[in-house]
């Protein structure tokens, strides 16, 4: 389980088994205009409603992520050769679609940790096809999490 950058897991998708996901890194692939910083990861801080005017009366939210997700044919993995799951663009794209109703899945981060969150965000990017070694383009999709603190 080390050819993709992030990973999910929920009893309803491939059997339960871990699915990963290749992060848009800048150069990936050869493709121009991917992110410098595909992966985002914070904790807000929320004012109180009893007093909104005082900052230092709130508190920290739950842990969010946003990740731009590369859905693209012929990718390396981590490795630097293909991954063994050998899946597609569009069966990338499939697979990340089928997290999206779930009320909470488990995501292994980029350092390794597992967590237990929830799609919050969805967005696609098309990326045309521009070259010889893209003929079928592909997309990019920001996808966004928030921690779940109670299942």
Do not use: C
Not at 37 to 45: I, L, N
Not at 51 to 64: C, E, K
């Amino acid at each position: 389980m080390d050819e993709y950058d992030i990973y999910l897991r929920h009893a309803s998708v491939s059997d339960g088994e871990w699915v990963g996901f290749p992060l848009a890194w800048k150069g990936l692939a050869g493709v121009a205009g991917l992110e410098v910083r595909p992966q985002m990861r914070w904790r807000p801080w929320l004012l109180s409603s009893s007093a909104p005017n005082d900052p230092t009366a709130g508190t920290w939210g739950v842990w969010q992520w946003r990740f731009d997700v590369a859905m693209l044919n012929g990718l390396a993995g981590l490795g630097g050769r293909p991954p063994e799951d050998g899946r597609d663009a569009s069966q990338i794209r499939a697979d990340l679609l089928a997290y999206m109703p779930l009320p909470a899945l488990e995501l292994k981060d980029v350092d390794g940790a597992v967590y237990t969150v929830k799609m919050t965000g969805y967005r696609e990017q098309l990326i045309e096809p521009n070259d010889d070694a893209h003929p079928d383009g592909g997309w990019t999709a920001r996808v966004e999490f928030a921690e779940v603190t109670e299942v």
